[in-house]
C-alpha cells in the first residue's frame, strides 16, 4: 500500500512562514509529477505548486514568488516552503504524486490533508 505521509501545517500570522513536507511511504518503481493544492472552505480544489522529476515548476499565479516546491528524489518527498504567508492562504493542502507501482503504468495518489490557517 502506498501512503502520502504529510506534515508541517498550523497556524500562522499574517507574514509569516510554514514549511509542508510530503514523504510517499510503500514500494513504489518510480514518481513522476509530484504537487501540492488547497482547498478553502466553500471553494473548489486549486493548483498551488507542481514539480517534475526533473525539477520543472509550475504555481499558480497566487502563489508566485512566495512559495516554493522543491523534491528530495532519494528521499521520496516534497516540500512547500511558503513565505510572506496571507489570511487568504487559508486551506486545507494536500500533496498529490503520479507514481507508478510496478513500472508499467501511473496513478494519482492523495495526501490526507494538512490545514493552513493564516490570521491577520
Known amino acids: 500500500q502506498v501512503q502520502l505521509l504529510e506534515s508541517g501545517g498550523g497556524l500562522v500570522r499574517a507574514g509569516g512562514s510554514l514549511r509542508l513536507s510530503c514523504a510517499v511511504d510503500?514500494?513504489?518503481?518510480?514518481?513522476?509529477?509530484m504537487g501540492w493544492y488547497r482547498q478553502a472552505p466553500g471553494k473548489q480544489r486549486e493548483l498551488v505548486a507542481t514539480i517534475t522529476s526533473d525539477g520543472s515548476t509550475n504555481y499558480a499565479v497566487s502563489v508566485k514568488g512566495r512559495f516554493t516546491i522543491t523534491r528530495d528524489n532519494p528521499k521520496n518527498t516534497v516540500y512547500l516552503q511558503m513565505n510572506s504567508l496571507k489570511p487568504e492562504d487559508t486551506a486545507v493542502y494536500y500533496c498529490?504524486?503520479?507514481?507508478?507501482?510496478?513500472?508499467?503504468?501511473?496513478?494519482?495518489?492523495w495526501g490526507q490533508g494538512t490545514r493552513v490557517t493564516v490570521s491577520s
Open positions: 510503500g514500494s513504489i518503481f518510480s514518481i513522476n509529477a
Open positions: 498529490n504524486a503520479y507514481i507508478s507501482r510496478w513500472g508499467y503504468h501511473y496513478s494519482d495518489y
